[in-house]
């Protein structure tokens, strides 16, 4: 059974700096790029950042130079690095692996930027 389990988040001044997991298990880790997306209030979920199995990055314009994606394989984690954080950064985040066919989420750590 495949299970996604994001931890880190929390409540962060504007400026300020949070770095969120996602413990994977039940899978080939390795070999599957990995998804950071986030959802907020009132809003669709939106793709943050992607990480491919290789290490190649890719990033939402909105969040390019501020956030960091990261893995480790030998741990069955990725990583986001989020700093310079703004209000509008506040979301539920999540996890996401797609192996052909499937399609699997964690259950999502809020951040919550605010002064």
């Known amino acids: 059974q495949v299970q996604l389990v994001e931890s880190g988040g929390g409540l962060v001044q504007p400026g300020g700096s949070l770095r969120l997991s996602c413990a994977a298990s039940?899978?080939?880790?390795?070999?599957?790029?990995m998804n950071w997306y986030r959802q907020a209030p009132g809003k669709e979920r939106e793709l943050v950042a992607t990480?491919?199995?290789?290490?190649?990055?890719n990033y939402a314009d909105s969040v390019k130079g501020r956030f960091t994606i990261s893995r480790d394989n030998g741990k069955n984690t990725v990583y986001l690095q989020m700093n310079s954080l703004k209000p509008e950064d506040t979301a539920v985040y999540y996890c996401?692996?797609?192996?052909?066919?499937?399609?699997?989420w964690g259950r999502g750590t809020r951040v919550t930027v605010s002064s």
């Open positions: 996401n692996i797609r192996p052909p066919g499937y399609d699997y």
């Open positions: 039940g899978i080939i880790f390795s070999i599957y790029a």
């Open positions: 990480i491919t199995m290789n290490g190649r990055t």
